[in-house]
C-alpha cells in the first residue's frame, strides 16, 4: 500500500497495481483527475486506526 500526502504518488501507485491511502491533513478535496485513494484518513494514526479495524 501507498501512503502518500500528495495525489499524484497516489495516483501512480494505484496504476502501478498498489493500493493507495491518502494522508489529508487539513486537505478537504482530492483532485477528481487522479484515481480516488482506496481510504483516506488525516492523519497516520487514524489511518493505522482504521486499518486496524478492518483486521
Known sequence: MMVAVHPW????AQRAGLDGAW????????PRAMTSP?????DLKELANMLAAEQ
Do not use: K, W
Open 38 to 42: 482506496g481510504c483516506s484518513a488525516q
Open 9 to 12: 504518488d497516489i495516483d501512480g
Open 23 to 30: 494522508l489529508r491533513r487539513g486537505a478537504s478535496v482530492y
